[in-house]
Nanobody, 118 residues
Framework: QVKLVESGGGLVQSGGSLRLSCEAS????????VSWYRQAPGKQRDPVAS???????TYADSMKGRVTISRDDTTNTVYLQMKNLKPEDTAVYYC????????????WGQGTQVTVSS
């Protein structure tokens, strides 16, 4: 079992920055991918960025150039640094960890609210 705990959300003005954290605990597979998703009210949950256990990262077009995903293996934490935030970035941001060798190992955090005021 893996537990994911997100933090770092909050209220920020348009143009501001936030850094979200996702701390994982439990038994983590050797080959995994950690992703950030976001879900605005009334909309589907969409991917924002991913980082694979061997290092590669991917970014969704919606926030490309304004977010950076990184991780600290010493603390099992994945970060999402966001800059130049816009009101349309307002959403609940979720962390997801998947075992790339076993689709059944798929975990979500509880989410953290990001609100960007205009």
């Amino acid at each position: 079992q893996v537990k994911l705990v997100e933090s770092g959300g909050g209220l920020v003005q348009s143009g501001g920055s936030l850094r979200l954290s996702c701390e994982a605990s439990g038994t983590i597979a050797s080959f995994f991918v950690v992703s950030w998703y976001r879900q605005a009210p009334g909309k589907q949950r969409d991917p924002v960025a991913s980082i694979f256990s061997r290092g590669p990262t991917t970014y969704a077009d919606s926030m490309k150039g304004r977010v950076t995903i990184s991780r600290d293996d010493t603390t099992n934490t994945v970060y999402l640094q966001m800059k130049n935030l816009k009101p349309e970035d307002t959403a609940v941001y979720y962390c997801r960890l998947q075992n790339v060798q076993n689709v059944g190992d798929d975990y979500w955090g509880q989410g953290t609210q990001v609100t960007v005021s205009s």
